[in-house]
């Protein structure tokens, strides 16, 4: 079968997986001296911490940044609007919040964690640039999110080396972590002042077109926040029930399938996303060709990651981690699968999205946060770090195939029935 998806599709998706490669490299070399720089303790509270922020995730991105690359993928003329209006409203939801939480820890004198929540506050805020990487995936240009980010690793890199020799605290690689962004963030704004495609002229807010797009993001942003809570209450369920020290073990777990393998299949699937919302405007048959290949390849990374934990997993963790991260060894090999369900889960999204019922989001998600709630209050207690581990895989299992199942099943009875009449 031949490929459907052009050369510059590839040329774009080759950029965008090369840096995840280059990136799971080197976070392999650096991320579990880490883990055993800060032991098992730090990492949780960082942990801890990066899981309630990610709670109000949602409302600091507002479920915008799919929303702006399909809408510059259908209206390129109207880009530049796009991406100062989707910063705009960004921004102001960033200092609403982070005042809110700001006031919250103050008034409630939960100074604890204050440092951290101040720090990663603050990699939000740097984090708004990246309606520019929209930019450059909707025109297909990813070379220069690829220079952004292998420039910022390169940088972070040396900067973490540094602290592991130093024996330096959490705080510091906190900074680190947000002074990442704040590179990209600066390289992404030269590259767009310098971008032929982009025009400074037609640069402007409109409040009506940020209007459009909050309501079109709208069950995004809901179906974002679900996912950022059914995801943290793990965390929740681990710190409620044990202590730091189980959120910094499950944490070994969660990066080396999320942090290092998750986001090469992200990164595809993002990076083809353009070509397949271009398709399905213009050629259906194109549009149902590239998604059946692309679906192919990602049920094979999948497979392809769920088998390498499961072979190596135990070699992994015996080999960069301490002993303290021993623990990890068996809910490793079973949240390894949980990319073969999520990168399914991506595509039915991407699809959705192509076909404006982000409605289905929301339920999805909405069941996948119950049923994450009551497993972790059950398999918790009593199977510890393998029931968190148990929890997610069948949450995911429920929200990305068992409802895009069943969704897609009443979808054909009911044009069945429609047909006969």
Same mark, same amino acid.
């Given at each position: ?116 929540? !101040?720090? @990663? *506050?603050?990699?939000?805020? &740097?984090? $708004?640039?990246?309606?520019?990487? =929209?930019?450059? #995936?909707? /025109? ?49 704004? !030269?590259? @767009? *002042?310098?971008?032929?495609? &982009?025009? $400074?002229?037609?640069?402007?807010? =409109?409040?009506? #077109?940020? /209007? ?51 986001? @090469? ?6 990076? $083809? ?149």
């Amino acid at each position: 079968m031949p490929i459907a998806f052009s050369r510059k599709d590839l040329n774009s998706t080759a950029w965008f997986s090369l840096e995840k490669l280059i990136q799971l490299f080197a976070g392999v070399f650096i991320i579990p001296k880490i883990f055993n720089t800060l032991g098992t303790v730090d990492i949780g509270k960082l942990h801890f911490v990066e899981a309630l922020l990610g709670m109000f995730a949602p409302v600091f991105f507002l479920g915008l940044t799919a929303i702006s690359i399909r809408e510059m993928v259908l209206k390129p003329k109207q880009s530049e609007k796009i991406v100062a209006t989707t910063f705009f409203i960004r921004l102001i939801s960033w200092l609403l919040l982070s005042t809110g939480i700001l006031g919250y820890l103050l008034f409630t004198k939960n100074t604890a964690l204050f440092n951290l929540y !101040i720090i @990663l *506050l603050l990699s939000y805020l &740097f984090r $708004l640039t990246d309606v520019f990487e =929209s930019f450059f #995936l909707a /025109k297909k240009q990813a070379k220069f999110i690829f220079i952004s980010k292998i420039t910022s690793l390169i940088i972070i890199i040396l900067l973490q080396y540094y602290g592991v020799k130093h024996n330096l605290d959490v705080l510091y690689f906190a900074k680190v972590l947000a002074l990442d962004f704040l590179i990209q963030g600066i390289i992404y704004g !030269i590259a @767009l *002042l310098t971008n032929k495609s &982009f025009s $400074l002229k037609k640069l402007s807010i =409109s409040l009506l #077109l940020g /209007k459009e797009l909050l309501i079109m993001a709208i069950p995004l942003m809901i179906s974002s926040g679900l996912v950022m809570l059914y995801i943290g209450i793990d965390e929740m369920f681990l710190k409620y029930f044990y202590n730091d020290h189980a959120n910094g073990v499950f944490g070994s777990v969660q990066y080396l399938v999320i942090g290092l393998s998750w986001t @090469l299949g992200f990164a595809i699937i993002n990076a $083809l996303y353009p070509s397949l919302a271009e398709s399905y405007k213009d050629d259906n048959q194109g549009y149902i060709s590239k998604f059946r290949q692309l679906t192919s390849a990602m049920i094979l990374l999948g497979i392809g990651i769920g088998l390498f934990y499961t072979v190596f997993g135990n070699y992994i963790l015996n080999t960069y981690f301490l002993e303290q991260y021993t623990e990890a060894k068996s809910p490793l090999k079973i949240f390894c699968w949980s990319p073969l369900l999520v990168f399914i889960g991506m595509l039915y999204e991407k699809h959705l999205l192509t076909i404006n019922q982000l409605e289905h989001e929301v339920y999805r998600f909405a069941l996948g946060c119950v049923t994450n709630l009551v497993l972790c209050y059950y398999l918790i207690p009593i199977y510890y770090l393998n029931g968190a581990a148990a929890a997610v895989l069948l949450s995911h299992l429920v929200t990305n195939i068992i409802y895009p199942l069943v969704q897609l099943s009443i979808k054909n009875r009911r044009l069945f029935i429609l047909n006969l009449k």
